[in-house]
């Protein structure tokens, strides 16, 4: 069952513009990661928010949490072509005393030149 | 440098065929887990190990067993490959709950079945 959901499927916008992606998960969670993937690589971490969280920053992303939503976002501000790339948010399920990520179908970014 | 390493970046399987895929981790990481990408669907979670020898069902464990039998490898095995399990397989490991908890992944092998 995918718990993270990110909208929209696919962006795509000029260099320079900003990015918003979004993910709406079902269950509490304890945090939220964003991992980010190119073309036909592994998944690399971006940035991880707490539940008690509700912004973090990290260079250039900028990421929000609402639990009362069940809803998180991520913003990439002055957008440059090495942006592209697939974007997910993951988040922890608890299974049998261990925790399974679990993650949504992604956003496929591109960053028109 | 942390590292999680695939055995194989890509590989062609007949049909019928055991397979192994094989992920080890440099981190000392209790929990590993397999996925499979494939497009529209996201990353699905196959199997995961939270200690050696410890294994649990993922979203689709159909068609698939694990191993783990040291606490730097986990290993994914096709039994009898098919054709519908051509797929991008990716591996990630992660620290025990409660340490930092992100998740490192390896490059990805893209297997065909033919």
């Known amino acids: 069952s995918q718990q993270g959901e990110e909208d929209p499927q696919a962006l795509s916008i000029q260099e320079g513009e900003n990015a918003t992606m979004n993910c709406s998960y079902k269950?509490?969670?304890?945090?939220l990661q964003w991992y980010r993937q190119n073309s036909g690589r592994g998944l690399v971490h971006l940035i991880l928010?707490?539940?008690?969280?509700r912004e973090k920053h990290s260079g250039r992303l900028r990421v929000t949490l609402d639990t009362s939503k069940k809803s998180s976002s991520l913003l990439i501000t002055a957008s440059r072509a090495a942006d592209t790339a697939s974007y997910f948010c993951a988040t922890d399920q608890a299974i049998q005393g261990a925790q399974k990520l679990v993650f949504g179908q992604g956003t496929r970014l591109t960053i028109n030149p | 440098d942390v590292k999680v390493t695939q055995s194989s970046r890509y590989l062609v399987k007949r049909t019928g065929e055991k397979v192994f895929l094989e992920c080890v981790q440099d981190m000392d990481h209790e929990n590993m887990f397999w996925y499979r990408q494939d497009p529209g669907l996201g990353l699905r979670l196959i199997y995961f190990s939270y200690d050696v020898k410890m294994k649990e069902k993922g979203d689709i464990p159909e068609g698939y067993s694990v191993s783990r039998e040291k606490k730097e490898r986990f290993s994914l095995i096709l039994e009898s490959a098919s054709t519908n399990q051509t797929s991008m397989y990716l591996c990630?490991?992660?620290?025990?709950?409660?340490?930092?908890?992100?998740?490192?992944f390896g490059q990805g092998t893209r297997l065909t079945v033919v």
């Open positions: 269950t509490s969670i304890n945090n």
């Open positions: 928010i707490r539940s008690n969280e």
């Open positions: 990630a490991s992660r620290a025990r709950w409660g340490k930092n908890t992100e998740a490192f």
